[in-house]
Nanobody
Framework: QVQLVESGGRLVQAGASLRLACVAS????????MGWFRQAPGKERELIAA????????YYADSVKGRFTISRDNAKNTVYLQMNNLKPEDTAVYYC????????????????WGQGTQVTVSS
């Protein structure tokens, strides 16, 4: 099993920056990819960024490309999501997830989930 704990979410104003962190523990050697998802009220959970655990190859959804950066620190078993120029439409609960397999673009391909952290962007 892998446990994931997110932190860093809070209320910010539009245009602000925020960094989320996700610490993994347990059988972290089984992790192949890590992803950040978000879910806004009344909407489906969506993948916004992903990274391969070993090579650090990244993926971004169009909605966050150029504003968000995903990174990882393997020594600390931590994945970060740096969010710049936040907009009110970025308001959501942000979830960290880990996948054991090589596929990572679908929510169903993730095996472990954190509890989520709330990000609220005021206009």
């Amino acid at each position: 099993q892998v446990q994931l704990v997110e932190s860093g979410g809070r209320l910010v104003q539009a245009g602000a920056s925020l960094r989320l962190a996700c610490v993994a523990s347990g059988r972290t050697f089984s992790i192949s990819r890590m992803g950040w998802f978000r879910q806004a009220p009344g909407k489906e959970r969506e993948l916004i960024a992903a990274i391969t655990w070993s090579a650090g190859t990244t993926y971004y959804a169009d909605s966050v490309k150029g504003r968000f950066t995903i990174s990882r620190d393997n020594a600390k078993n931590t994945v970060y999501l740096q969010m710049n120029n936040l907009k009110p439409e970025d308001t959501a609960v942000y979830y960290c997830a880990a996948a054991r397999g090589t596929l990572y673009l679908s929510i169903n391909q993730y095996d472990y989930w954190g509890q989520g952290t709330q990000v609220t962007v005021s206009s």
